[in-house]
C-alpha cells in the first residue's frame, strides 16, 4: 500500500463543475503539498499546508491531520484547470516529499 | 527573476552512453531537490543538495548515478552507462531554506530517452 493514495485517478467533469481530488496518506507529516502538472509536464506548486485550510482564487486547500487526510477543490472549473494534480507529504525532513500518483482531471466544453 | 531552469528539455542516448542532466535554481535559492518520474508511476525523490554538499541521497540509484551542484554554476545529476530502464522525466526543484514548510519551485523537467 503506498503511503500516500489519491482518489479517483481519472476524473472528467464538465465546465464549471466543482471538484474534489482526496489524498489520504498513512505516515506522519509535517506538511502536505498539492501540485499542478500541465499537459507539457511543468509542475506548479498549489499550496502547502499542514493544518486548516487555504484558499487562491478557484481553488482551495484543506487538511485533517487527525483523519490524514486532505481535499483540493476547484470550484467553477474551466477546461484549462486540465492537469494532473498531485498530492505530496513532507515526513519530517526538508528534502524528502513522498507523492502520490496523482488525479488526471479533464474539464470539457 | 527567472524560475527554475532544466536543460535539456529532451536528451536522447544510446544504452550505455552518459547523460547529464542541469538545474539552474531560481535566484538566491541554495536548496536543490531532484525527483524522477517514471513512465505511469509517480515521481521519487532522488537527492537533495545544498551549495557544494549532498545532504541526502537516499534515494539515488546505488550505482551509475551522481549529483553534484558546484559554488559556481548549476546542479548536474549524471547517469553513467545508461539503461532503457532509466527512460523518465528528472524534475529539479529549488528553495531559498531548508524549513519544513517551504515552498518548492519545480523546473520543467528533462526527458530522457534511452535507445
Known amino acids: 500500500k503506498n503511503e500516500v493514495e489519491q482518489s479517483p485517478q481519472n476524473l472528467t467533469a464538465q465546465e464549471g463543475e466543482f471538484i474534489t481530488i482526496n489524498c489520504s496518506y498513512s505516515?506522519?507529516?509535517?506538511?502536505l503539498h498539492w501540485l499542478q502538472q500541465h499537459p507539457g509536464g511543468g509542475i506548479v506548486s498549489l499550496f502547502m499546508?499542514?493544518?486548516g485550510k487555504k484558499k487562491h482564487g478557484r481553488l482551495i486547500a484543506t487538511i485533517n491531520i487527525q483523519e490524514k487526510h486532505s481535499s483540493l477543490h476547484i470550484t467553477a472549473s474551466h477546461p484549462r484547470d486540465s492537469a494532473v494534480y498531485i498530492c505530496?507529504?513532507?515526513?519530517?525532513?526538508?528534502?524528502?516529499?513522498?507523492f502520490g500518483t496523482g488525479t488526471r482531471l479533464q474539464v470539457t466544453l | 527573476n527567472a524560475g527554475v531552469m532544466q536543460n535539456p528539455r529532451h536528451l536522447v542516448r544510446r544504452r550505455g552512453q552518459e547523460a547529464r542532466l542541469r538545474c539552474s535554481p531560481m535566484?538566491?535559492?541554495?536548496?536543490v531537490y531532484w525527483y524522477r518520474q517514471l513512465p505511469e508511476e509517480g515521481l521519487k525523490f532522488m537527492v537533495y543538495?545544498?551549495?557544494?554538499?549532498?545532504?541526502?541521497e537516499s534515494g539515488m540509484p546505488k550505482e551509475r548515478f551522481s549529483a553534484e551542484f558546484p559554488k559556481e554554476g548549476p546542479s548536474i545529476l549524471r547517469i553513467q552507462q545508461v539503461v532503457r530502464g532509466d527512460s523518465a522525466a528528472y524534475f529539479c526543484?529549488?528553495?531559498?531554506?531548508?524549513?519544513?514548510?517551504?515552498?518548492?519551485?519545480f523546473g520543467s523537467g528533462t526527458q530522457l530517452s534511452v535507445l
Open positions: 526543484a529549488s528553495s531559498p531554506t531548508n524549513r519544513i514548510n517551504e515552498k518548492l519551485f
Open positions: 505516515v506522519g507529516i509535517s506538511a
Open positions: 499546508l499542514s493544518s
Open positions: 505530496a507529504v513532507n515526513t519530517g525532513t526538508a528534502s524528502k516529499l513522498t
Open positions: 535566484k538566491g535559492h541554495s536548496h
Open positions: 543538495l545544498q551549495k557544494e554538499n549532498i545532504i541526502d
